[in-house]
């Protein structure tokens, strides 16, 4: 028996769930359909393959890339744990000297590109290199085989070079997550006998643990998707394989098929982070505002929270930027000559429209959700921002195949009734690049703005209603004065992250057409990082602002104190 006047099917949860098809709505369908044609489309060229090379893939070089890929991600997964949790709590708990200055230049190898790291690394560390070298003046030693030096290039130097760049994500999650904490709760363990270190592992720990689970999964997705670092150490991992197969072999079944176990990773690390989640629930009952007090360490200790927070930043930034620098200046006729204006300009644009497309499509579907409140609205949109879990290099193989069917399509009908070639419109264009920008990068966008509109209390809505303004209107006038800020940082982030993309740019960018990062990873492949370091220092330059304004935000959200010694 049902509520008098609703049926069987007009629950409020139904209701909820119904989609009513206006502009707003219909507009979130579109999006969310565009964000999964690449997906599906590298799963159907997975099926269907012209010539199935899966057997002799899954027989021979398979299994090498999946364990490749496996001890990849585990390595930076453990790295990126210790050096990011270990610098966020001292950097929230403890206070030493320069604590200020690491709470902010800790992110800022962020802002330094994985493949743009290796290429210096190499660069110093090779045997031709200025460190080989100086232990070969200092010791009489002739050869390589006179003495024993670690090799960069190999899977040991892949993970400690992708840690240091990517153990930001975690220290961000975990210094967040810290900051959050009420002081009540470390009070409640110094009261029970416990010390800093117990603290930490019995308290602190366990309830930040949701945030750094999911600083984690950031980290192993960046992973999956490099492919510059991979590439120049010669580490086999599912991202080479599918270059190879594709581009090498010339089979783009086969580059599918491996595409879809890398989509397989990416689901399993999404499901592992919501699990994590889901199990450890850790809720703030404390009506306190103050943050837990930090430890006044004494002086041995303060020493080593100076070593272990300045290391990373040493190796991760300090260096790299460094050696950039004196490059850049030296070689700067060189590098204006070879083709590095342009790149930057290409650059420029390219992260530009895609920043702009991005926020608008972003606060589009974040206007949408907000003002339907409706549960399909949500999840499509939700939906339409998972294309920043997808590799690079995966939606380009995705976007390739139908924008070239589209093409072919058109050209043919031109041909045979207007006698016209159309040629390439999107695929092999800036448009095909420009779309996966922005499927890459959506979530970005959508994610930044949902937020940002969650700020404004609706009875803002409400009044621009009273006063017969529309949705759109209502928009326009009351919304986006009051979130500036938030498509500002939106479109910042997305700027920053279209100019460091290399696997979906190195597939579908038009011919001759280099942006900074194709332009670093040619020269310095052929190890000519002297002659693109000015290309690679403006990459990084892009990035340093929002890293240092991101963590100053974060840094003014409660009042410092201390207590005494630990």
């Not at 159907?44 to 398979?62: K, S, Y």
């Not at 070239?404 to 207007?418: E, H, I, K, S, Y």
């Not at 696997?503 to 670093?520: K, S």
Request: glycine content about 8%; overall charge positive; some cysteine.
């Amino acid at each position: 028996m049902t509520a008098l006047g609703t049926t069987k099917n007009d629950t409020p949860a139904a209701r909820g769930f119904r989609l009513r098809l206006d502009p707003w709505a219909a507009g979130a369908v579109v999006i969310a359909v565009l964000v999964a044609l690449p997906v599906v489309t590298v799963v159907v060229m997975a099926m269907f393959p012209t010539e199935n090379i899966w057997p002799h893939l899954l027989d021979t070089v398979l299994p090498g890339y999946v364990i490749n890929t496996l001890e990849l991600m585990a390595g930076v997964a453990l790295g990126t744990i210790l050096i990011g949790v270990t610098a966020a709590w001292l950097i929230t708990m403890c206070e030493f000297p320069g604590r200020r200055i690491f709470e902010w230049a800790l992110v800022l190898p962020l802002a330094m590109p994985a493949y743009v790291v290796a290429y210096v690394y190499t660069d110093i560390l090779e045997f031709a290199g200025p460190v080989q070298g100086l232990l070969r003046d200092l010791t009489g030693w002739n050869t390589g085989r006179d003495y024993w030096f670690p090799e960069i290039r190999s899977l040991g130097g892949a993970i400690t070079i992708m840690t240091m760049a990517l153990y930001p994500y975690v220290y961000l999650l975990a210094r967040s997550a810290f900051l959050e904490q009420s002081s009540g709760v470390g009070e409640a363990a110094r009261t029970l006998g416990c010390s800093a270190w117990a603290a930490f592992r019995r308290v602190s720990l366990p309830m930040a643990r949701p945030s750094i689970v999911v600083g984690v999964a950031l980290v192993l997705m960046e992973t999956l998707n490099d492919f510059g670092t991979v590439e120049f150490f010669a580490v086999e991992t599912l991202t080479t394989g599918m270059f190879n197969v594709w581009l090498v072999m010339g089979n783009t079944g086969g580059g599918a098929q491996i595409a879809v176990v890398m989509l397989l990773f990416v689901i399993g690390l999404l499901i592992a982070e919501r699990t994590a989640r889901r199990r450890r629930g850790y809720h703030d009952t404390s009506t306190r505002p103050g943050r837990a007090l930090r430890y006044k360490l004494s002086t041995g200790r303060r020493i080593a929270a100076v070593l272990v927070c300045a290391a990373p930043i040493v190796v991760g930034f300090v260096v790299p930027a460094g050696l950039l620098i004196s490059y850049a200046i030296e070689f700067y006729d060189v590098s204006m000559e070879n083709r590095f204006p342009q790149a930057a300009a290409n650059s420029i644009m390219l992260a530009g429209l895609a920043a702009g497309i991005a926020a608008m499509v972003g606060l589009f579907l974040a206007y949408a959700v907000r003002m339907r409140k409706s549960r399909a609205l949500t999840l499509l949109a939700r939906f339409a921002s998972l294309g920043y879990a997808v590799p690079g290099a995966v939606l380009a193989i995705g976007i390739l195949f139908p924008f070239g069917l589209f093409d072919n399509a058109l050209d043919r009908f031109m041909r045979d009734t207007f006698g016209v070639s159309t040629g390439l419109l999107l695929s092999g264009t800036i448009a095909a690049l420009l779309f996966a920008y922005v499927v890459r990068f959506l979530a970005l966008a959508y994610g930044t703005l949902e937020a940002g509109l969650g700020r404004v209390t609706p009875h803002m809505d409400d009044a621009a209603r009273t006063l017969k303004h529309g949705p759109a209107k209502a928009l326009i006038k009351v919304n986006l004065p009051i979130i500036r800020g938030s498509i500002m940082t939106a479109a910042i982030l997305i700027f920053v992250d279209s100019m460091k993309e290399l696997p979906a740019t190195l597939l579908l960018r038009p011919f001759n057409f280099d942006t900074l990062a194709t332009y670093v990873y040619q020269f310095a492949s052929d190890e000519l990082l002297e002659e693109c370091a000015l290309g690679a220092l403006t990459i990084v330059a892009a990035g340093v602002i929002p890293v240092i304004l991101l963590t100053r935000v974060m840094g003014r959200r409660r009042p410092d104190q201390e207590i005494s010694v630990v």
